[in-house]
């Protein structure tokens, strides 16, 4: 089953905008893409996800990307286990990095957990904040929240 998706692409506008040419670079471009459907489950928002970092010209295989990777698993698990699902699931990339956007219908702020070896889980939360460089929780009222985390990634070391 394919999700359907928007994509957003931001340029400076010129007469050339038209002509197919290169990626432009990295401090030039924002991407983002919001779908339709939202991923319910973990593995499939990493798969949309792993569908769309290769649109971005930063390094196949980095560690940065896998880290945007395990933001989204993060943020959708708890959204699903905590907030009965997903309610709006968007990635937007930029020359810093790439931002997670995942919304759900509940206005409860996330926190931090205790670590308690008795006890499943509790990791999640505190990782999102290890590995994003900003996360912000935005309460929609009567919407619920939505959870915005940057991810900084690194464009590709230009060949000598």
Not at 55 to 75: F, H, N
Not at 85 to 100: Q, S
Not at 118 to 141: C, E, K, M
Request: glycine share 8%.
């Amino acid at each position: 089953m394919g999700a359907a998706m928007t994509v957003e692409a931001e340029r400076p506008r010129d007469r050339e905008a038209e002509q197919p040419r290169e990626r432009p670079a990295p401090e030039q471009w924002h991407r983002a893409v919001e779908w339709r459907s939202f991923p319910q489950t973990s593995e499939r928002a990493r798969d949309l996800t792993r569908c769309y970092l290769p649109s971005l010209p930063y390094a196949a295989g980095s560690v940065d990307l896998d880290a945007v990777l395990l933001v989204v698993s993060e943020l959708v698990t708890n959204a699903v286990r905590h907030a009965d699902g997903v309610t709006a699931f968007r990635l937007e990339a930029g020359p810093g990095g790439v931002a997670v956007l995942v919304s759900d219908a509940s206005a409860r702020r996330p926190v931090i957990r205790e670590y308690a070896p008795s006890r499943a889980g509790g990791f999640g939360w505190r990782l999102v904040h290890q590995l994003g460089n900003a996360v912000t929780v935005r309460i929609d009222p009567g919407a619920g929240k939505t959870i915005r985390v940057h991810v900084p990634v690194q464009p590709p070391v230009p060949a000598a």
